[in-house]
């Protein structure tokens, strides 16, 4: 097959998109389309999107609803720009609280692109803190019941988005505790399980020599600790922890934050000082994460 001939593919979705799209970057046998996260897109990108699309033979793309943003970039508006014999690869937005069942996203609607400084991740008991003034809530540590619960249900809340949107599944990759990076950004097992799913879905002969993650880990540049009382709960002391995780165990360890180290109270005390000034992002955060809260006893 002559370079011009090559099947075209497009990846469409977050920051675990931007691995599988980098790792067919690499092959021969395929040519990849650059197109921005759908959250960056605005009204002046839809007619080079829609080009492209009309163009691609194989859509590798996270689910979106309808009318995202109010433009035409759901998941399925993509797929109706595809030629009929062009294939559709659904994967689903991972995330997983096994290790950090403290920490959140939280997305106001205002602005959805806001984060707090330092780590840009949210933890229930700094925000619990922020609302009502109680700094004892910080020292919080789960139970054993409460740990294994928060896991069982972030595997559970994966199934049923799979099922919901007809996506492959990856939810059992998250029954062995894996040792994910934060909630959103997984280990490379997970990812290169979920790319080798990947890849047994595009067209018999496309890919004949799939890529491979390789030893490093593309999403590991920002790391949250993950606390002794989860480990002890999962049974995950002294079992398989990250040689390069210099992250630590307790509350009070340290952060990786693109790779520097950072200690956990210095991000505490940052997004306290930033909570106080976007109030509106805390009556968010404990609207949507009300029911993890209760699970994890925080009020």
Same mark, same amino acid.
Request: glycine letters at 6%; proline letters at 9%.
């Given at each position: ?41 605005? %009204? ?17 793309? #996270? ?13 399925? #508006? ?7 014999? %062009? ?15 403290? #920490? ?58 799979? #099922? ?136």
């Amino acid at each position: 097959m002559s370079i011009p001939d090559r099947p075209t593919v497009m990846v469409i979705g977050n920051c675990q998109a931007d691995v599988y799209r980098d790792l067919l970057r690499t092959s021969d046998e395929v040519r990849v389309v650059d197109v921005r996260p759908v959250y960056e897109m605005t %009204a002046e990108d839809i007619p080079d999107l829609h080009a492209d699309l009309a163009r691609t033979d194989v859509l590798i793309v #996270q689910p979106v609803r309808d009318d995202y943003r109010d433009l035409p970039l759901g998941h399925r #508006q993509f797929a109706a720009r595809l030629r009929a014999s %062009a294939t559709i690869i659904l994967v689903p937005v991972l995330r997983y609280a096994g290790l950090h069942p403290y #920490q959140v996203l939280v997305r106001p609607p205002r602005d959805r692109s806001l984060v707090p400084p330092v780590a840009p991740y949210h933890d229930l008991r700094t925000l619990v803190a922020a609302a009502t003034g109680d700094l004892s809530v910080l020292d919080s540590a789960p139970t054993p019941e409460q740990a294994t619960a928060a896991a069982r249900e972030s595997v559970e809340a994966l199934r049923v988005r799979e #099922q919901a949107h007809g996506t492959l599944v990856a939810s059992d990759l998250l029954e062995g505790y894996p040792r994910w990076h934060t909630i959103n950004h997984p280990d490379r097992g997970t990812l290169a399980t979920v790319f080798d799913r990947i890849v047994e879905r595009v067209p018999a002969g496309l890919l004949s020599d799939p890529p491979r993650i390789g030893d490093r880990e593309p999403l590991g540049a920002t790391r949250a600790p993950v606390e002794h009382a989860v480990e002890r709960a999962l049974g995950l002391i002294g079992r398989g922890a990250d040689p390069d995780d210099a992250t630590g165990g307790a509350r009070g360890g340290e952060w990786l934050v693109d790779g520097a180290p950072v200690p956990s109270r210095e991000i505490v005390e940052a997004h306290l000082a930033w909570y106080a000034a976007t109030p509106d992002v805390v009556e968010e955060g404990l609207r949507r994460h009300s029911a993890r809260i209760e699970l994890l006893g925080l009020r």
